[in-house]
């Protein structure tokens, strides 16, 4: 079986999250590792979510990935979502990018090395619910000791010269504001609006994004290359307000009980990006001040994780991609979270590089080229081998 043949098969085999089962693709990644002799643990949780590592003793990198996808709506795809169907150069589908190409990059550079007469030194870790925050997968393998720090890849998908070294910090809360109802009429003399409450803090959220915070002078090169590479990847001007801003969206807003009503409750689920030099405790402060008659309930937090470029693991890929792809290699700064910031934060040693076409990414046509896949499978091959020796 083939690189794009293995993504297919992985891209078939449902496991959106929500709902959140990964039974039966856990199932197949076994039956493919045990075919090549080698020992693996599925770890189980409710609803089906489930969790692999292999088991072989020795291991000297953790070659890490999640299965589960964000749900897909066939609607205006050009594929079906969960066709996994191979045409025009691509593998189609839900997971495509994200990330199950790099996962099947992950099984088959692995399997040529065994197949070659190479005892990889590597463990594999595949989890169930990346997409939803990793409570029943990375979290709890490391609340379980069942990982041990070590250098790490993660199959995520990056520009095709770009490892990532690192992530901005993630505050995602859930926020229930109370008001209190009176007559629309009256209003505002009259009643507190618990939507206007929600609107009132967006308006300070607005304002704490218009300020950069700088950035440590080791850290300004990096954030000069990432900004190259967000304007290459998504055409964007000014890219290193990503990386020195306050990013913020609130994601889904409900609230009130009618229009000619004050509205008593209103609920809002925030998620903030944070950058390098921003205090995540005066970020909190400032909401918590901002936001008057609220429940705050905190989903996720981290604060901003990076490897440093002269580590082993960054400079192994780095010269794996060189030597892939005949030109220097640029490690850049992420805008999104993954993953890595939990192992991070627990003394793992992480960078991220993997296949996919970046913009379709949890959108409608999201592929993977089967000649990025091929290559990736290349610079894998040659990660393993290094720590291998």
Same mark, same amino acid.
């Given at each position: 079986? =083939?690189?794009?043949?293995?993504?297919?098969?992985?891209?078939?085999?449902?496991?959106?999250? *929500?709902?959140?089962?990964?039974?039966?693709?856990?199932?197949?990644?076994?039956?493919?590792? =045990?075919?090549?002799?080698?020992?693996?643990?599925?770890?189980?949780?409710?609803?089906?979510?489930?969790?692999?590592?292999? #088991?072989?003793?020795?291991?000297?990198? /953790?070659?890490?990935?999640?299965?589960?996808?964000?749900?897909?709506?066939?609607? $205006?795809?050009?594929?079906?979502?969960?066709?996994?169907?191979?045409?025009? !150069?691509?593998?189609?589908?839900?997971?495509? #990018?994200?990330?199950?190409?790099?996962?099947?990059?992950?099984? @088959?550079?692995?399997?040529?090395?065994?197949?070659?007469?190479?005892?990889?030194?590597? +463990?594999?870790?595949?989890?169930?619910?990346?997409?939803?925050?990793?409570?029943?997968?990375?979290?709890?393998?490391?609340?379980? %000791?069942?990982?041990?720090?070590? $250098?790490?890849?993660?199959?995520?998908?990056? *520009?095709?010269?770009?490892?990532?070294?690192?992530?901005?910090?993630?505050?995602?809360?859930?926020?229930?504001?109370?008001?209190? *109802?009176?007559?629309?009429? /009256?209003?505002?003399?009259? !009643?507190?609006?618990? @939507?206007?409450?929600?609107?009132?803090?967006?308006?300070?959220?607005?304002?704490?994004?218009?300020? *950069?915070?700088?950035?440590?002078?080791?850290? +300004?090169?990096?954030?000069?290359?990432?900004?190259?590479?967000?304007?290459?990847?998504?055409?964007?001007?000014?890219? $290193? %307000?990503?990386? #020195?801003?306050?990013?913020? %969206?609130?994601?889904?807003?409900?609230? !009130?009980?009618?229009? %000619?009503?004050?509205?008593? +409750?209103?609920?809002?689920?925030?998620?903030?990006?944070?950058?390098?030099?921003?205090?995540?405790?005066?970020?909190?402060?400032? @909401?918590?001040?901002?936001?008057?008659?609220?429940? @705050?309930?905190?989903? &996720?937090?981290?604060?901003?994780?990076?490897?440093? #470029?002269?580590?082993?693991?960054?400079?192994?890929?780095?010269?794996?991609?060189?030597?892939?792809?005949?030109?220097?290699?640029?490690?850049?700064?992420?805008?999104?979270?993954?993953?890595?910031?939990?192992?991070?934060?627990?003394?793992?040693?992480?960078?991220?590089?993997?296949?996919?076409?970046?913009?379709?990414?949890?959108?409608? &046509?999201?592929?993977?080229?089967?000649? +990025?896949?091929?290559?990736?499978?290349?610079?894998?091959?040659?990660?393993?081998?290094?720590?291998?020796?």
């Amino acid at each position: 079986m =083939d690189v794009a043949r293995l993504t297919s098969s992985l891209v078939r085999i449902r496991s959106e999250n *929500p709902p959140g089962s990964t039974a039966d693709l856990i199932e197949f990644v076994k039956e493919f590792l =045990d075919s090549l002799g080698v020992k693996s643990r599925v770890v189980s949780h409710p609803g089906g979510r489930d969790d692999l590592i292999t #088991t072989e003793p020795g291991p000297r990198l /953790l070659l890490c990935g999640h299965v589960d996808v964000v749900p897909a709506i066939p609607d $205006d795809w050009t594929h079906d979502p969960h066709s996994g169907e191979v045409a025009e !150069g691509y593998v189609w589908g839900r997971g495509a #990018t994200d990330m199950k190409g790099g996962c099947a990059a992950l099984l @088959i550079a692995y399997r040529d090395l065994v197949e070659s007469g190479i005892a990889p030194k590597a +463990q594999f870790a595949f989890v169930c619910d990346e997409e939803t925050g990793g409570p029943y997968g990375i979290r709890s393998l490391l609340a379980k %000791n069942l990982l041990l720090p070590r $250098d790490c890849l993660i199959a995520e998908p990056t *520009p095709v010269m770009s490892p990532a070294v690192g992530q901005k910090g993630l505050y995602r809360v859930d926020l229930s504001f109370r008001g209190r *109802p009176g007559h629309s009429s /009256l209003y505002p003399m009259v !009643g507190k609006s618990a @939507i206007m409450a929600a609107v009132d803090l967006i308006g300070y959220l607005r304002e704490v994004h218009a300020h *950069p915070f700088p950035v440590s002078e080791d850290l +300004q090169p990096l954030v000069a290359q990432s900004a190259r590479v967000f304007h290459d990847v998504f055409g964007i001007e000014g890219g $290193d %307000n990503i990386l #020195t801003r306050v990013m913020f %969206n609130p994601g889904r807003i409900e609230g !009130g009980e009618k229009a %000619n009503i004050v509205a008593e +409750q209103c609920r809002m689920e925030l998620d903030i990006r944070v950058p390098w030099g921003c205090s995540l405790d005066d970020l909190r402060k400032g @909401i918590a001040e901002h936001a008057q008659d609220v429940t @705050i309930r905190e989903m &996720d937090v981290a604060e901003p994780t990076l490897t440093p #470029t002269d580590a082993l693991v960054v400079r192994t890929v780095c010269r794996e991609v060189e030597r892939v792809y005949g030109m220097p290699a640029v490690p850049f700064l992420q805008w999104a979270a993954s993953d890595a910031k939990y192992l991070r934060a627990e003394g793992f040693d992480v960078v991220e590089y993997g296949p996919g076409e970046i913009p379709t990414l949890h959108a409608v &046509d999201e592929r993977v080229s089967v000649e +990025q896949l091929e290559k990736v499978v290349d610079v894998y091959r040659g990660v393993i081998r290094a720590y291998s020796g």
